[in-house]
């Protein structure tokens, strides 16, 4: 039986979204990827369980969707880990519920890892 928590990574760069993928693969998560919203919304709200959302603030995003409105209709809601610019993120305040924030920069992958690990009190050798 598989008891490992499901990640969905978010990027807009495929090269960052493969960069995660493998850090977050090495401490025993399943990690699904999206490149864009509509692609965040088809998953987040299919019958699959996700256990969190690591998710980039200028993803591509379909005009017609408010990715921050939806994202806060999930029920149960979804822990999500805004990894972006300050920049980016100071826009986004207050528009999602259940929400830390990671700036983008060279060692950000360690970050959140740890905060992973952490949030999920996880076991890296059992995965449990």
Do not use: C
Request: aromatic residues 10%.
């Amino acid at each position: 039986m598989n008891n490992k928590k499901t990640i969905l990574i978010a990027d807009r760069k495929p090269s960052i979204r493969k960069f995660l993928k493998r850090e977050i693969d090495n401490v025993n998560f399943n990690v699904v990827l999206a490149k864009n919203g509509q692609e965040v919304i088809d998953m987040v709200f299919k019958d699959e369980l996700l256990d969190f959302l690591i998710i980039d603030p200028e993803l591509p995003f379909n005009l017609n969707i408010n990715i921050w409105e939806k994202l806060n209709m999930r029920i149960p809601p979804l822990p999500i880990l805004i990894h972006g610019f300050r920049k980016d993120y100071e826009s986004q305040t207050n528009l999602l519920k259940n929400t830390v924030f990671i700036q983008k920069s060279g060692h950000s992958s360690i970050e959140i890892k740890k905060y992973i690990l952490d949030f999920f009190k996880y076991d890296t050798i059992s995965g449990e």
